[in-house]
């Protein structure tokens, strides 16, 4: 992966719309999440291999981004060896896609940018090298493209569920920094905002990651949304003292059935909202709802390094030697969902039946 030596720093996109990755020079430059909000970088990326990396030590996080930067990483191998002969091109991009497959479990848009990605080197595998390697880049930056207008269609629709003067409490980052840009849940923010309505947000920080606390925070208080960070103990009590009307969050993968996958805490998150009858939406493009996937159960969850809940950056708190676990998501069963945001419009009560119907 690109070290810290080679990072882009750009003061000027603080206040810009955030670009979670952007394509200069040549190379793939993705902003560096870890290091978020003390220091804002890009870190630059021209391989499969360097691509992968990044995915897999959380420098881009989000199904969405994660999506995207995979399309990018096809792309950037293909013109690494666009002076290859056919047969090591072809090898090399098998093992670029396989490097991609393996970064990360979960989120199933990663496996949804290979399979377009795969699907459009089909179409012209019988060409030079140099044009497969222009075709999918331009694929890529499509990919990227089309995020962005899927996420904008999201949030109209997710605007009109929140009422003026809504508190809304969402659970670890589903902004731009997990897109393209815009976002999904925090896209719906941006959207209800934008159409005039004066909504407050409340972020949980997400253990053991801090997403909510190091990301979602900072893209409100960029945009000056208001936005007030609580512990992800606090949200029950929070909802019992009727401050939260509505709970808003991202997934990285339905199931067929509706279950949602979403970061470690998104259950409880939901169990608590129905026991105080607040509605609890989940906002997903299609391509995050994975119709080969029956029911939660299936996902797979990622376990990460145990370093994460032990301490953060140089500051360790737990007891050396103690045992860790890790689980970097949970499932939400769907009957706890009250509905699915998406580009299409909001699914109330998703199930079976209305999943598929999408997709027809």
């Not at 990072?7 to 993705?30: I, P, Q, S, Y």
């Not at 990326?45 to 990483?73: F, L």
């Not at 929070?238 to 993968?253: F, H, L, P, Q």
Request: hydrophobic residues 50%; aromatic residues 6%.
């Amino acid at each position: 992966m690109p070290s810290v030596n080679s990072k882009v720093t750009d003061v000027g996109t603080h206040n810009k719309a955030v670009k979670t990755l952007r394509w200069r020079d040549g190379r793939l430059e993705m902003i560096d999440q870890r290091v978020l909000p003390a220091t804002f970088a890009y870190l630059p990326y021209t391989s499969a291999a360097e691509t992968a990396e990044g995915i897999r030590d959380m420098v881009v996080r989000g199904a969405p981004a994660i999506g995207c930067a995979a399309a990018y990483g096809v792309a950037l191998e293909a013109l690494r060896l666009r002076s290859a002969t056919p047969v090591d091109f072809t090898a090399g991009m098998e093992q670029a896609f396989a490097m991609l497959a393996a970064s990360r479990p979960t989120a199933v848009n990663l496996f949804w940018a290979l399979k377009r990605m795969r699907a459009v080197w089909e179409t012209v595998r019988d060409q030079p090298v140099a044009v497969i390697a222009k075709r999918l880049l331009a694929e890529a930056h499509e990919v990227s493209a089309e995020d962005i207008r899927i996420n904008r269609a999201m949030g109209a629709f997710g605007a009109a569920l929140l009422a003026d003067g809504a508190r809304v409490l969402t659970h670890c980052n589903a902004g731009a920094l997990a897109t393209a840009g815009h976002g999904t849940a925090l896209g719906v923010f941006r959207s209800a905002v934008e159409a005039g309505k004066k909504i407050s947000v409340i972020a949980d920080e997400t253990r053991p990651f801090l997403q909510g606390a190091r990301l979602t925070a900072w893209e409100m208080v960029q945009e000056q949304i208001p936005v007030t960070l609580i512990t992800d103990n606090m949200a029950g009590f929070m909802m019992s003292k009727g401050e939260i009307d509505a709970v808003v969050v991202g997934t990285d993968r339905v199931a067929a059935n509706g279950d949602v996958a979403n970061k470690i805490g998104t259950y409880m998150v939901a169990v608590l909202a129905q026991r105080h009858a607040i509605p609890f939406y989940v906002a997903c493009p299609l391509s995050t709802i994975d119709l080969s996937i029956p029911d939660g159960s299936a996902i797979p969850i990622e376990e990460r390094a145990p370093e994460e809940v032990t301490g953060f950056r140089d500051c360790q708190w737990a007891a050396q030697g103690v045992r860790v676990r890790n689980p970097a998501f949970d499932v939400t069963p769907a009957e706890l969902v009250s509905g699915l945001i998406t580009e299409k419009g909001v699914v109330l009560a998703p199930d079976r039946e209305k999943l598929a119907a999408l997709f027809r």
